[in-house]
């Protein structure tokens, strides 16, 4: 969208300045007015659900970010933060699933890779932690070999 007034785009924008400004309730308000001009608007979705988390809402933290994979099932992004909302509100198991769907989309997310091993340690799978490592000991050398050309 391009940000003309009273867009969608115009009130994610908005939204995302309040929020940064940690005026959760505007953004929570500017969030709304871009999803009622576009209920498929991900990136709302996304912010609501962390200015959620930053009240410590952690149930609509999950249904927004729940929305966000309804509205862009392939945005890995919205895929991988939906399994750290499952991890706030205890189910791991849903976490886990999450992490994982964000690594079929992308095998690559290193963020993904990292909390869905840490997720196997806590649930008490250490074997499937370990299965990943030398995923993620990859993924992580080729950051450092793409950070370094900068």
Same mark, same amino acid.
């Given at each position: 969208y391009e940000l003309q007034k009273d867009s969608?785009?115009?009130y994610y924008s908005l939204g995302n300045l309040a929020d940064d400004k940690k005026q959760w309730d505007?953004?929570?308000? %500017?969030?709304?007015?871009? $999803?009622?001009s576009d209920p498929n608007y991900t990136a709302a979705y996304m912010g609501r659900?962390?200015?959620?988390?930053?009240?410590? $809402?952690?149930? =609509?933290?999950?249904?927004?970010?729940?929305?966000?994979?309804?509205?862009?099932? @392939?945005n890995?992004?919205?895929?991988?933060? %939906?399994?750290?909302?499952?991890? @706030?509100?205890?189910?791991f198991d849903k976490a886990i699933g999450a992490y994982?769907?964000? %690594?079929?989309?992308?095998?690559?997310?290193?963020?993904? =890779?990292? @909390?869905l091993? %840490?997720?196997?340690?806590a649930t008490g799978n250490p074997k499937k932690a370990r299965e990943l490592l030398p995923r993620l000991m990859a993924v992580d050398r080729a950051g450092e070999r793409n950070f370094s050309c900068l």
């Open positions: 969608p785009g115009y505007k953004a929570i308000q %500017l969030y709304f007015k871009a $999803l009622s659900a962390s200015v959620y988390y930053d009240e410590g $809402l952690y149930q =609509l933290e999950v249904s927004n970010y729940e929305k966000a994979v309804a509205s862009d099932p @392939d890995v992004d919205a895929v991988y933060y %939906l399994g750290t909302a499952y991890e @706030d509100v205890g189910e994982s769907r964000a %690594l079929i989309i992308n095998p690559h997310y290193k963020d993904a =890779l990292h @909390d091993s %840490l997720e196997y340690i």
